[in-house]
């Protein structure tokens, strides 16, 4: 079945630092989602996706939908301490209708 | 973006007995909701996809009969875990998709989630 990779699994950075994360699949995706989840919450919806190359921003988040439609990245940009949590990405494939497939998430860890 | 309310946020359960999860969509309306498990330190595991008026589709390796899913109406769907196990304890979210929206691009948008603990 469809999986998603997602990495870096963790990272450690200091405020004011840029990070980079991605999902790659062997499969193709019609849809890209980033979600931000906080212990104990649901995931909250970032950045959706929807067509091949595009780059779209929210604040200091940017994300792309890759071109092969089989990876997407998230950049944010000048961390604050607010940004600490789990982000996932997901990726929507079967049509408009079809299911999400998770990646394992990306902790990010920001010291002040 | 649309707001999914989840109750109740925390719930502790004898082994044996049965518990009650609600998802509400508060400001649309849902003829699709989702829900999912999710253990410590791990991703999202779709269960089930429940259906306004209909039966529930679940993933391959999920007991129908464990895991009930009611969708009487467009704003609440239910999932009761019956004869509740320890191993049954988790991170239970429901997620709804906005029926009115024209486009194909219609997105789910997740409940605050349901912690389970059965002792």
């Known amino acids: 079945g469809q999986q998603l990779n997602q990495s870096p699994q963790s990272m450690f950075i200091q405020e004011g630092e840029d990070v980079s994360m991605n999902c790659t699949s062997s499969?193709?995706?019609?849809?890209w989602l980033w979600y931000k989840q906080d212990p104990g919450e649901g995931p909250v919806l970032l950045i959706a996706?929807?067509?091949?190359?595009e780059l779209t921003s929210n604040g200091r988040l940017t994300a792309q939908f890759g071109i092969t439609r089989k990876d997407s990245f998230l950049n944010i940009s000048a961390s604050i301490p607010s940004d600490v949590g789990i982000y996932f990405c997901a990726g929507r494939y079967g049509g408009s209708q079809g299911n999400l497939i998770f990646g394992k998430g990306t902790k990010l860890s920001v010291k002040p | 973006g649309a707001v999914v309310s989840q109750h109740p946020s925390r719930v502790i359960c004898k082994s044996g007995t049965s518990v009650k999860i609600e998802c509400r969509s508060l400001?649309?309306?849902?003829?699709?909701m989702f829900w999912y498990r999710q253990f410590p330190k791990q991703s999202l595991m779709l269960m089930a996809t429940s259906n306004e008026g209909s039966k529930a589709t679940y993933e391959q390796g999920v007991e129908k009969d464990k895991f009930l899913i009611n969708h009487a109406s467009l704003t609440l769907s239910t999932l009761t875990v019956t004869s509740a196990h320890p191993e049954d304890s988790s991170f239970y979210i429901c997620?709804?998709?906005?029926?009115?929206?024209?486009?194909?691009?219609?997105?789910?948008?997740f409940g605050q989630g349901t912690r389970l603990t059965v002792v």
């Open positions: 997620s709804a998709r906005d029926s009115r929206q024209s486009t194909w691009n219609t997105e789910a948008f």
């Open positions: 499969s193709i995706f019609n849809t």
């Open positions: 400001d649309f309306q849902a003829t699709t």
């Open positions: 996706l929807y067509k091949a190359g």
